[in-house]
C-alpha cells in the first residue's frame, strides 16, 4: 500500500511535458481557434491551467448603466451617449469635449482629476449646467451626487469610481 502511494507522489511530482499558448486581443470578449490544433498524446491523461491573466483596462467602466451625460446651455439641453469602454477621467473629457466642439459648444465644459483627493473637478463656463440627476449618467463614475450642477467650479462629494 505505501509502495503505491509512493509511485503515484513520484508520478505526480516529476516534471511533466509542457508548452504555453499567448493569447491576446484588444476586444473584451474574443475567441481563439488554433490552426494546427493542439494535439495531445491519447495515452497520457492531460491538464490545462490558466497561469497568469494580466489585463490592462480590461474591463469596461462606462457601461449601458452609466453611460449618458447630458448638458445644457441657458436654454436648450444636450445629449451625448458614451461608448462602452474602460476610460480615465482624462478619456471621458476628450470624449466630452470632442462631442461638444461639433455642436459648437467646445471647452464650455471640463472634467479633470484631483489626485490629492482622488475626486473629479467640474468646471462649467458661460451658465452651462449638468445634468448627474437622472439614471444612467456618467456622474456616479466621476464620483458626483445624482442633482443638477450649475455652479462655475464643483468637485465630486465622494472619489471617483473609475475601477468599476
Known amino acids: ?11 505526480n ?5 509542457s508548452f504555453q499558448i499567448v493569447v491576446t486581443d484588444n476586444k473584451t470578449k474574443f475567441t481563439t481557434r488554433f490552426n494546427p490544433h493542439i494535439q495531445l498524446k491519447k495515452n497520457r491523461r ?12 480590461s474591463f469596461p467602466n462606462i457601461t449601458d448603466e452609466n453611460s449618458h451625460f447630458t448638458c ?5 439641453w444636450y445629449h451625448i451617449f458614451v461608448p462602452e469602454r474602460s476610460y480615465d477621467i482624462d478619456n471621458i473629457n476628450k470624449y466630452i469635449q470632442q462631442k461638444m466642439r461639433r ?13 490629492n483627493t ?3 473637478e467640474l468646471i462649467m463656463e458661460n451658465g452651462y449646467q449638468l445634468d448627474f440627476g437622472t439614471a444612467k449618467l456618467i456622474g456616479s463614475v466621476l464620483g458626483f451626487n445624482n442633482k443638477v ?16
Open 149 to 164: 450642477y450649475t455652479n462655475d467650479y464643483q468637485e465630486s462629494k465622494n472619489p471617483v469610481n473609475i475601477t468599476v
Open 118 to 120: 482622488l475626486k473629479a
Open 1 to 11: 500500500m505505501e509502495r503505491e502511494l509512493l509511485k503515484k507522489i513520484v508520478t
Open 46 to 57: 492531460s491538464e490545462m491551467a490558466l497561469v497568469n491573466l494580466e489585463t490592462y483596462y
Open 103 to 115: 455642436n459648437g459648444h467646445a471647452d464650455k465644459i471640463t472634467i479633470s482629476s484631483n489626485t
Open 72 to 76: 445644457a446651455t441657458n436654454t436648450e
Open 13 to 17: 511530482t516529476e516534471p511533466k511535458e
